[in-house]
Each structure stands twice: as C-alpha cells, then as structure tokens.
C-alpha cells in the first residue's frame, strides 16, 4: 500500500457501530441454522443473551454482549486502519503488515496465506476457512475490517 494515499485516522471507530449492528444480524441468523448443538447454545448464552450495546469503557470502546471484547485499532503512517483488536484478554486481531501484506488473526483463528493464481501468475493473500475456531470472533472482525476497506476505498475515489 502507498503511503502516498491518505485516510481519516478515526475510519476504524467511525464504521466499528456499523459493524456491531451487521455482526450481531448475521450471528442471529445463523444460529437460527445451527439445530440444537453445542455451539448454538454457547453462541446463545455468550453472544445472544442480551440486546446488543457499544459503549465506552474505561476508554476502551466495548460491545455487549459479550462484554469484555475492548476495541484497539492502530493506523498506518497515513492513517489506513493495519490493526484491529476486539479482544483485550486473548488477541484476536487481524492486521495489515505493509512490508510483507500479511494479515493474520491471533490466536490463529484465521490466516491469510498467500496463494499463487494459476491463471494471472500473481501472488494474493485468500482466507483460509480451515483456521476459522471461533465463528462469531471471526465473524466480527471480517465485517468490520470489510467496512474499514470499504471506507478507505471511498476516500480515495
């Protein structure tokens, strides 16, 4: 990514209500697919249980439920969002490393490894569904980091 292209430092924040809404949407919906296993009802207990809220916390921006993701994002020198957190115990965050174009998900919930296209004979990075442990996490930060993309593509065009 050029550093030559600029972006609003705040994107991540301004979009991450946005996110919120969409993700609680879509993990609503797909509980109402899952039958009666085990991970429905721990989806339903920690994630379902209440109205969905985004508020602040001791400085920490915090979705509810579950109530202890804590938001941390980091920018680029030019403001594109290469860092988003949601969760201050355990890590999960995705990010961009602009030297290598790596993005990764910590613990290894999802990797973005690189993948040679057969056809273009070009190099990109395709989300690796097998890594995927923990749905509604990984669900979060996929749509928020969507929405940020998104943003970031706005201001440019």
């Known amino acids: 990514m050029s550093l030559d292209l600029r972006f609003d430092l705040d994107i991540a924040y301004s979009v991450f209500e946005n996110a919120a809404a ?6 609503r919906k797909y509980v109402g697919v899952l039958g ?11 994630f379902m249980s209440r109205k969905l809220s985004v508020f602040y916390d001791n400085g920490f921006l915090t979705v509810d ?3 202890f993701w804590k938001v941390k994002v980091k920018n680029l020198e030019n403001g594109f969002p290469s860092f988003l957190s949601i969760d ?3 890590g999960e965050s995705l990010y961009f490393d602009n030297e290598n174009n790596a ?3 910590v613990p290894k919930l999802i990797l973005f490894r690189e ?6 004979n070009n190099h990109i990075y395709a989300y690796q569904q097998d890594n995927i442990e923990d749905y509604p996490s990984t669900l979060f930060l996929r749509n928020w980091a969507i929405l940020c993309v998104n943003e970031c593509l706005k201001q440019i065009f």
């Open 103 to 105: 993005s990764v998900v």
């Open 22 to 27: 969409e993700w609680y949407d879509y993990l």
């Open 65 to 67: 439920p579950p109530g």
């Open 115 to 120: 993948y040679r296209h057969p056809q273009r």
């Open 36 to 46: 009666e296993a085990e991970e429905r009802s721990y989806i339903e207990r920690v």
């Open 88 to 90: 201050n115990y355990v």
